[in-house]
Nanobody, 115 residues
Framework: QVQVVESGGDLVQPGGSLRLSCVAS????????MGWYRQAPGKQRELVAV???????NYADSVKGRFTISRDNAKNTVYLQMNSLKPEDTAVYYC?????????WGQGTQVTVSS
């Protein structure tokens, strides 16, 4: 069993930056592919960014060039650096840990981009 806890969500103005953090505990962090997803009101949950155990990253087209995912295996933590935020980035952001058929989700952290 893996416990996943996100933090860092906040209200930020358009053009601003935020860094989300996700700590995963209860298993060997380094063996999990880690991802960030988001869900806006009335919309389906969507993939934002993912980082594999080998450090390979992939991003949704809507965030390429603005968001950066990274992981620190020594701290059991994955980060999402978000720059040049737009109102359409407003959503609840969820952290996901995945290995083969096992998948774990956090409770989410709210990001609101508004002036």
């Amino acid at each position: 069993q893996v416990q996943v806890v996100e933090s860092g969500g906040d209200l930020v103005q358009p053009g601003g930056s935020l860094r989300l953090s996700c700590v995963a505990s209860g298993s060997i962090f380094s063996i999990y592919t880690m991802g960030w997803y988001r869900q806006a009101p009335g919309k389906q949950r969507e993939l934002v960014a993912v980082i594999t155990t080998g450090g390979i990253t992939n991003y949704a087209d809507s965030v390429k060039g603005r968001f950066t995912i990274s992981r620190d295996n020594a701290k059991n933590t994955v980060y999402l650096q978000m720059n040049s935020l737009k109102p359409e980035d407003t959503a609840v952001y969820y952290c996901n840990a995945k290995r083969k058929v096992l998948e774990y989700w956090g409770q989410g952290t709210q990001v609101t981009v508004s002036s």
